[in-house]
């Protein structure tokens, strides 16, 4: 019988090779799926059938990635509790359901991946790979086992596993989007990262660039067409190239670095490092035209949105129906989000400095303070008074005075604080 693998080429996909070959007696299928994760692909399809695979697929899936996973990512201004901006939680559904595909060819409906039961991870795969093939045998022997990571290295060693000769320091999740950075003295919540955590983020002050340094993004209906001059289109054409040069360009100049705690779906909360240039940058100018182009309700409704369409993303849910419900509401607020954002970026921080759209709300007659105004100031009286009409209402009714020195004083008791005073 076959079973079908995502394999990434680490330890845990590694090992679990072998254990599905040993402990199950399956034909072993192993499926890579290039997210712009910048590994060398031949060396992870030679290492699978080194370990057993008896057969193994390379999909480059990195342009889908761009158009239908961090495209919507973008429109979302998708930011996992204000900070992550979803890479490994995005790459997770479409490595599923590529899964899925190869089972279907293979003739096989046994699935497994190498997740441990620890993350978010088991959750994306299990939960995508069920919606998509409803009746599949799902196979997470670290999981499974509840194999710790010394555990691992030793059945690694046991069966003569070759392992990639890469640092062991920490691990490492990556893809176009983003670089998720675990483990080692980063689970310490109180030490500060060291340097050699980061790959893609400038953070040596001797290598930081003295000057400043600018770069503009045109978006094209909330999708990001250029940056600077690297152009894509919407189609998908030349995105991974334009999130690559994003990322080069905004990483130079030390930005791009997210250190939070975040709360895992399966109720632990871990401390997380990623670097993420491109995403920081282009979600934030993303967001600076929005406020642009689109009304204070809609900006306002939007971010509820907003919030929800990342919780679902993160955590699994990105076939339940409500994530397309809120897609399609977010597709109708890109209708004029198009124009232009330019970034200063200086040692690490960076700040958008310049927007434009044809279709911009923001009209300088009406905000200027300098002559040429086109707004009637007598008429904001009569909008004030009633602005505030109910609340002069209750604090007359409450008696609330000013005293000096002892704030807000309300005559009328609190019923709150006559409770069981009884
Ligand atoms: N905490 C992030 C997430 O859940 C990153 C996880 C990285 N994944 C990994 N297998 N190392 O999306």
Request: a negative charge.
């Amino acid at each position: 019988m076959r079973v079908a693998l995502a394999y990434s080429g680490g330890l845990d996909t590694s090992v679990a090779i072998r254990w599905l070959q040993v402990r199950y007696g399956y034909d072993v299928v192993t499926v890579t799926v290039d997210v712009g994760q910048g590994d060398d692909l031949k060396a992870i399809e030679d290492r699978a059938r080194a370990i057993g695979a008896v057969k193994h697929y390379t999909i480059d899936a990195r342009e889908e990635f761009a158009r239908d996973y961090v495209m919507p990512c973008i429109r979302a201004n998708g930011l996992y509790e204000g900070k992550y901006p979803l890479a490994t939680a995005l790459a997770r559904p479409l490595i599923a359901g590529k899964v899925v595909e190869v089972a279907r060819r293979e003739g096989t409906s046994i699935l497994a991946h190498g997740c441990t039961g620890k993350g978010n991870d088991q959750v994306r795969f299990d939960v995508t790979m069920r919606a998509l093939m409803p009746n599949c045998t799902i196979i997470a022997p670290i999981r499974d086992m509840n194999m710790t990571r010394d555990e691992e290295l030793e059945f690694a060693r046991q069966e003569g596993i070759e392992l990639a000769a890469e640092s062991k320091r920490y691990s490492i999740d990556q893809n176009l989007w983003g670089r998720a950075i675990e483990g080692g003295d980063l689970e310490d919540a109180e030490s500060e990262p060291k340097a050699d955590a980061f790959r893609w983020v400038n953070v040596d002050p001797a290598l930081l660039p003295d000057d400043s340094a600018y770069m503009s993004i045109e978006f094209d209906h909330g999708i990001p067409v250029a940056v600077d001059g690297v152009k894509a289109h919407p189609s998908g054409s030349g995105m991974v190239e334009m999130i690559e040069y994003a990322n080069e360009r905004a990483g130079r100049y030390g930005v791009g670095i997210v250190d939070h705690i975040e709360d895992r779906v399966v109720g632990i909360k871990s401390r997380e490092v990623y670097e993420a240039p491109a995403a920081l940058t282009i979600i934030e100018a993303h967001r600076e035209l929005e406020k642009l182009v689109l009304t204070s309700h809609q900006l306002r409704f939007k971010q509820i949105v907003e919030q929800q369409w990342s919780i679902l993303a993160y955590s699994g849910l990105w076939l339940e129906p409500l994530r397309l419900d809120l897609d399609r509401f977010i597709a109708s607020t890109q209708e004029y989000v198009s124009g232009k954002v330019t970034l200063k970026m200086y040692k690490g921080s960076f700040r958008v400095v310049s927007r434009s759209s044809p279709y911009s709300l923001y009209d300088e007659g009406l905000a200027t303070y300098t002559k040429g105004s086109t707004f009637d100031q007598s008429l904001a009286r009569g909008f004030v008074e009633l602005w505030g009409l109910q609340s002069m209402v209750a604090n007359r009714v409450r008696g609330v005075a000013y005293e000096s020195g002892a704030g807000m004083q309300e005559s009328m008791p609190r019923r709150v604080s006559m409770h069981g005073q009884g």
